[in-house]
C-alpha cells in the first residue's frame, strides 16, 4: 500500500447523492444517512474505527413521533471485514462490511440494544492533494439479511490523528 494511504482519515458526507428503495414494506422509513467516519489504513489492512448516522432535525422528529415520543434512536457502524480490491497512486478501491448497533433510548434515559443491521459499503478513494481524498461510497442497508434500500455519498476526507471506536 502507497506510504501516501497510510495512517488514519476522517470525513463526513452531507447527506445521500442517491437514495433508491429495495422493499415495498411500507414499515421501514429512512432515519438518517452517514455521519462522522474515521478509516484507518496501516500495512495491508484498513479499518472503520468510528462512523456515526447523521439524524437531521427533522427525521430525529420523524423518529420520536414513530416511538410515541417515548424514545429516540441512535446508531453506531462498527467495521466487521474490509476488502481492498485495488491500490494505486491515483485510486484505491474497497468494500467495508459494517454492522450498525440501533439503540432505543427509552424514556430518553435507558439505552437498549435493539438489533444490529448489516451495510455493505463500496468506495472509491481518490487523492486530490496532499492529505485530502475525494471519497466516494455506495452503501446497501440490510434487514433480517435483505436489501431494504441502496444510497449513494461523497465527502472530502483529510487526515486524522488515529482513533478507535468507543
Not at 35 to 54: D, I, K, L, R, S
Not at 61 to 75: E, H, I, K, N, R
Not at 153 to 164: Q, T, V
Request: charged share 15%; aromatic share 12%.
Amino acid at each position: 500500500m502507497p506510504a501516501s494511504y497510510l495512517g488514519c482519515w476522517k470525513g463526513q458526507p452531507d447527506g445521500y447523492d442517491t437514495f433508491t428503495w429495495l422493499t415495498q414494506n411500507p414499515m421501514i422509513y429512512s432515519v438518517g444517512s452517514p455521519g462522522n467516519m474515521v478509516v484507518c489504513f496501516q500495512n495491508n489492512t484498513a479499518e472503520v474505527t468510528h462512523a456515526t448516522v447523521y439524524i437531521s432535525p427533522a427525521k430525529r422528529a420523524l423518529d420520536l413521533v414513530l416511538q410515541l415520543g417515548m424514545s429516540y434512536t441512535t446508531f453506531e457502524a462498527h467495521s466487521i471485514h474490509t476488502d481492498i480490491y485495488s491500490v494505486t497512486p491515483k485510486q484505491m478501491h474497497l468494500r467495508f462490511q459494517l454492522i450498525v448497533a440501533v439503540n432505543a433510548h427509552l424514556f430518553f434515559l435507558f439505552p437498549i440494544h435493539v438489533l444490529d443491521e448489516p451495510v455493505v459499503e463500496d468506495v472509491i478513494a481518490t487523492p486530490v492533494r496532499p492529505n485530502m481524498a475525494l471519497v466516494q461510497g455506495r452503501e446497501v442497508i440490510y434487514l433480517n439479511r435483505e436489501p431494504i434500500w441502496s444510497a449513494t455519498w461523497h465527502a472530502y476526507f483529510g487526515r486524522a490523528a488515529e482513533e478507535r471506536a468507543q
